[in-house]
């Protein structure tokens, strides 16, 4: 495995959409979802698309780590990949949380999402996966997908004075989410 270089706001890779994974049981698919496992980690962030690591396709890693778990709707959720991914808004309501990004290091901000979301898509061994999210999962999984389509957190904000350091939002009790 290896740690992959991490694309900075400003790189075109994270403005296009991605294209879909033909094969997701590929050996080369099976070797970036890996790769992307171990750079997320090291980044310790909680999701990772491919775009994120100059990989202009349909795919992304993602996990609950129990400290942003909400509880029993929300609990924590092992490292998964998921290929070509489809994902829904559930009802009207919407849910600002406090979201940051490994390819924008440094801030955080306020974003508005659907508070639930259904997920569709291909595990990495190519079977259909699917299922309902809220809380963390649901914000990890819309912020995950907006990479797939070139949408930057920020692209969502509809008041960037709430975009901010992570220290003076750490500072100031203002939320975490990465």
């Given amino acids: 495995m290896a740690l992959l270089k991490i694309a900075r706001m400003g790189h075109p890779v994270l403005l296009e959409r991605a294209a879909e994974v033909d094969d997701p049981t590929a050996p080369y698919i099976q070797t970036l979802i890996d790769d992307m496992i171990e750079t997320m980690h090291d980044a310790d962030g909680a999701g990772l698309a491919a775009p994120q690591v100059h990989v202009p396709l349909?795919?992304?890693?993602y996990h609950v780590p129990a400290a942003r778990s909400s509880g029993a709707e929300d609990p924590p959720r092992p490292v998964a990949?998921?290929?070509?991914?489809?994902?829904?808004?559930l009802g009207d309501a919407?849910?600002?949380?406090?979201?940051?990004?490994?390819?924008i290091p440094g801030l955080r901000g306020a974003v508005p999402r659907p508070a639930r979301v259904r997920y569709e898509g291909l595990d990495r061994r190519?079977?259909?996966?699917?299922g309902e999210a809220t809380g963390f999962l649901a914000v990890v999984l819309q912020h995950e997908n907006d990479h797939l389509d070139g949408i930057l957190y920020p692209m969502r904000m509809p008041d960037l004075g709430r975009l901010g350091f992570d220290a003076e939002y750490e500072k100031h009790g203002l939320g975490i989410a990465k």
């Fill in 58 to 61: 349909r795919v992304f890693v």
């Fill in 81 to 89: 990949a998921l290929i070509n991914p489809l994902i829904t808004p």
């Fill in 94 to 103: 919407v849910a600002t949380n406090t979201e940051g990004c490994l390819s």
């Fill in 126 to 130: 190519g079977q259909p996966v699917s």
